[in-house]
C-alpha cells in the first residue's frame, strides 16, 4: 500500500527499525521493570525474532509498531504503534495501539505524544472504524496512557488474553477501545 512509513509529532520521529536499534530494544525487553506486566522479559534471539516480526508486517503492509527516535537526543527510545490482534478474541479482528518504552525514557509524555500520532495514521490515513489496545489489570502506567488518548474501557470487555499462559497472573486483561467518531472530536486529538 502507499502509507508513509514514516511518522512525525512534536517531538518524536516513528520510523522503520534499524540493526542498530536490537541492541538497545534487546536490553529493554530483558529489563523486569519494563516486562513487569509480561509473562517473562525476553533473550536476545526472542528480542530479535521480535524485531523481525515487526519488520515483515511493514513489509507487508506499510504500518506496524514503529521504532521512536527522538531525534538529536535520543536514537532509539522504544516502540509506538499499530498491529493487528494475533489472536482470536470476542473483539477481533481488530487493530491494536501498543506501547513499549525504556525505562530511562518513561515519564517525558512519549507514548501518549507517539501514540497519538499513531491513532491519527489509522483513522485519518488507514480510514480504520476502531483502534483497541489492551492490557492487564495492575499495569497502571499503560492504561494511563489509555485514558489520556480518551479511550474507552467497559469492564463487560475485560478478556483473558490467549497469548498468556493459563493460571499466569497476567493472562487476565482489560480491553480499551476507541471508534472514529470518537476520534473526531478527542480533545487529545486537538492537542497534538
Ligand atoms: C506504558 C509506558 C509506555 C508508559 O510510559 P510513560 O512515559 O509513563 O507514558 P507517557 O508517555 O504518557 O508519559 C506520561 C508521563 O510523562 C510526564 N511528562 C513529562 N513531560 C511531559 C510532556 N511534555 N507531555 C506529557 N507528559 C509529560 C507525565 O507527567 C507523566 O508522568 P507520570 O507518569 O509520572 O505522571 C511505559 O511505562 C512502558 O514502556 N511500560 C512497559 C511496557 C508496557 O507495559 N507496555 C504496555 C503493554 S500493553
Redesign the pocket.
Known sequence: MGAKPELRSRRLLLRRWRDDDRTPFAALNADPA?????PATLSRQESDALVDRIEAGFDDRGWGLWAVEVPDAAAFV?FVGLNPATFEAPFTPAVEI????ARE?????????GALAALGFGFDTLALDEIV????HA?T??R??ME?LHMQHDSADDFENPNVPEGDPSRPHVLYRLDRHDWQRNPARAAR
Do not use: D, I, P
Open positions: 519494563v516486562m513487569e506486566h509480561f522504544g501498543g506501547w513499549r518504552l525514557h518513561w515519564g517525558n509524555g512519549y507514548a501518549t505524544e489496545s489492551f492490557t492487564t499495569n502506567r499503560s494511563q496512557v489520556k
